[in-house]
């Protein structure tokens, strides 16, 4: 079967730094994806990989090691407004996306 | 900023009834999909449209239905609700040969059956 696993859930502190990592195992890969998503709100596209290597803009980075079948999102100086769901996304094949389990973002003052 | 719309955003209705989610989108975009989303949980597609007359279904089975006679909309039915089918409905598209593949999603409908 297809999957992406991510830890459920994350907390941190505003300022601080944090890494939700995805692990992949699907039939075929054309890119990671991550997208946010606040409660209540849509999903919105956040960065994508289709390289291994790091991706940045602006606070946040993401990373892709295709040997790995990983990737991980980092956030840097967390704001309150960083509290949100984050899911990271696998390309497969013909443009349609396998989203994973989604990670829990919980940042306190 | 993304310019796709979905009606209703909340609808409660009772079992036995038909219902159809509207999805239009003013991008051009030939690429739509209709997801599924529990509270808190992943999404799970449940059709997608690679463009006009073209539907196709999703990794989860479903018992809705949906058309694509226009490029910009994109309605998904259910014929008889039942208290099953409570969860919210995201609908999403995406341009051919975007490099990065980005889906741009809706408000979503959030769907409750007594």
């Known amino acids: 079967g297809q999957s992406l696993e991510q830890p459920s859930e994350v907390t941190a502190v505003e300022g601080a730094i944090v890494q939700i990592n995805c692990t992949y195992q699907?039939?075929?890969?054309?890119?990671l994806s991550w997208y946010q998503q606040h409660d209540g709100g849509a999903p919105t596209f956040l960065s994508y990989?289709?390289?291994?290597g790091l991706e940045e803009t602006g606070r946040f980075s993401s990373f892709l090691s295709r040997s790995d079948s990983y990737g991980y999102l980092l956030l840097q100086e967390l704001q309150m407004k960083d509290s949100a769901s984050y899911f990271c996304?696998?390309?497969?094949?013909?443009?349609?996306?396998?989203f994973g389990t989604g990670t829990r973002l919980q940042v306190f003052p | 900023e993304a310019d796709i719309y979905q009606t209703p955003r909340y609808l409660v209705i009772g079992t036995g009834k038909k219902i159809t989610l509207e999805c239009s989108q003013t991008?051009?975009?030939?690429?739509m999909y209709w997801y599924q989303q529990d509270p808190g949980m992943e999404l799970h597609l449940i059709h997608y449209?690679?463009?006009?007359?073209?539907?196709e279904k999703g990794d989860l089975s479903s018992e809705s239905t949906v058309s694509r006679i226009r490029t910009e909309h994109f309605p998904l039915t259910l014929e008889s609700a039942r208290p099953s089918h409570t969860s919210q409905y995201l609908c999403?598209?995406?341009?051919?040969?975007?490099?990065?593949?980005?889906?741009?999603f809706g408000p979503g409908t959030r769907l409750t059956v007594l």
């Open positions: 699907t039939s075929g890969f054309y890119g």
């Open positions: 991008m051009g975009h030939d690429k």
């Open positions: 990989n289709a390289l291994d």
């Open positions: 999403a598209s995406s341009e051919t040969g975007s490099g990065t593949d980005t889906q741009y």
């Open positions: 996304a696998v390309r497969s094949g013909t443009d349609k996306l396998i």
């Open positions: 449209s690679y463009g006009v007359n073209s539907t």
